[in-house]
């Protein structure tokens, strides 16, 4: 008996052992127990019984200690985040730079270009008053365009309500980013805008007013999901900012609506190049704005001495697609004003009771990345074609020029333009663009090349 009650305490002090995973090496010292008659089958089954019992006890504690170890980890988080939210605003601020070399040149007697510039020099910072109340602000300092207004440097200035992201969308108040581009402006394909952003409202894209923004479409000013998995993105606008004026000048409001599909649920990013492995991604987009206009570029009074109210529209269509390091980009807009009974003067001069106006872009790019990270090269080509009749539209339509008397002589109002860019990035915040374009206007212009080298640095 004696001996029993020894061997089951061995087997009891043994219990760690049998409440292993792996039992074999407990069950084979109990069988040779049993074999050699110091333990009956019984008290080996009570043995076994009594381990199993141990082990659960052992699980169920492990368990409690992992729960405290989580639920204390969830604690800190939340902590944490109270502190961050305490410690708001947050703020970025951010910059882009982007020092130009320009060559047009001199044929026919024309006057050509060689020049150094500052194409962009901005400034800005971004961050939330609260944990819903997001804020943003931009400004260009460049000097490229002798005589632009402080107005139109201002880029951003607006306050975006994000309370209803996940209903109707993200409100934003200020000056921000018209509707009409379906998207925000394409980062560095080409160096210049493209025909069909020219021809959309706002001064360089941007507007003042109220807008509704559902879905990523909408970025910067709102970064939210779209319905449906994020396949449908939707915006309302209401700007006092008609064509070029950012004032209201005419007691008219200008409308916009937006709307962008995104098949596979995925938003294509800004960046025509896709120097990261990207998968198969596409959108198409669709805005439209309508406002009176008077007093502008686009009007000649002369004909009217109280001035010409223009009924303006503004449609454009775009789609993207993009597969790993593959882009493909195109997008067609629209403007019209009608004079409603009066008379306006075109950009060729001629007097016309409507004025319209159309662009056409299809681009292609293709990237290369040299390394694991962020190092490559890139090529792109791009086609455009635009029909312009808007005066206060015609300034943009060509390379940099400068501000000889010729240059209304080297720009296109009507015509095309082939482009073919090669880029190279050397990180994230730093790349080197070179794009040779040839302009081939139909409105009895001047053919002629142009080459220009950008520098991109944002921090």
Do not use: C
């Not at 995104?262 to 987009?285: C, H």
């Not at 503004?314 to 009066?342: C, E, P, R, T, Y």
């Amino acid at each position: 008996m004696l001996k029993k009650l020894s061997l089951a305490s061995l087997a009891f002090i043994s219990l760690p052992a049998l409440a292993d995973p792996s039992h074999a090496y407990a069950d084979a010292v109990l069988e040779a127990l049993q074999k050699k008659g110091l333990l009956t089958q019984h008290d080996v089954a009570d043995i076994k019984q009594q381990a199993k019992q141990a082990e659960v006890q052992a699980s169920k504690s492990s368990m409690a200690k992992k729960v405290g170890v989580k639920s204390a980890v969830n604690n800190l988080v939340a902590a944490t985040k109270k502190s961050v939210n305490r410690a708001r605003p947050n703020i970025k601020f951010w910059g882009q730079l982007q020092p130009r070399y320009t060559f047009v040149p001199s044929k026919n007697g024309l006057q050509g270009t060689n020049s150094f510039t500052l194409r962009r020099a901005r400034v800005g910072f971004k961050g939330f008053a609260t944990d819903n109340v997001a804020f943003r602000f931009q400004y260009d300092a460049s000097n490229e365009v002798a005589g632009l207004s402080n107005a139109q440097k201002l880029l951003d200035a607006w306050v975006s309500f994000k309370h209803f992201d996940d209903s109707i969308g993200s409100i934003t108040i200020g000056q921000q980013f018209a509707l009409g581009y379906t998207r925000r402006p394409h980062k560095t394909a080409s160096v210049e805008r493209k025909f069909t952003e020219l021809l959309s409202p706002g001064a360089t894209g941007r507007l003042r007013g109220l807008t509704i923004r559902k879905g990523d479409m909408g970025l910067p000013e709102t970064s939210s999901k779209g319905y449906f998995g994020n396949r449908l993105h939707y915006a309302l606008g209401l700007y006092n900012g008609p064509d070029l004026s950012l004032n209201n000048d005419n007691n008219d409001l200008m409308f916009s609506a937006a709307i962008s599909l995104r098949p596979t649920g995925v938003s294509p990013s800004d960046d025509e190049y896709q120097f990261k492995d990207r998968p198969l991604a596409y959108s198409i987009g669709a805005a439209y704005s309508t406002s009176l206009d008077s007093d502008t570029l686009d009007t000649n009074t002369k004909f009217q001495p109280n001035g010409i109210d223009l009924d303006n529209e503004w449609l454009s269509v775009s789609a993207d697609i993009q597969a790993h390091h593959w882009w493909l980009w195109a997008s067609w807009a629209q403007f019209k004003s009608d004079a409603q009974g009066g008379l306006a003067v075109n950009a060729q001069g001629d007097s016309t009771g409507t004025l319209s106006s159309n662009a056409f872009t299809l681009g292609l790019s293709r990237a290369y990345l040299l390394n694991s990270e962020d190092m490559g090269w890139a090529w792109a080509l791009q086609y455009q074609h635009v029909n312009n009749e808007h005066p206060s539209r015609t300034a943009f339509f060509r390379p940099l020029t400068g501000k000889s008397d010729d240059e209304i002589a080297r720009g296109m109002n009507q015509g095309s333009v082939y482009q073919t860019m090669l880029t190279w990035q050397f990180d994230d915040n730093l790349r080197l663009i070179n794009e040779l374009a040839y302009y081939d206007p139909s409105d009895g212009g001047l053919s002629y090349p142009s080459f220009i080298s950008q520098l991109q640095l944002t921090f």
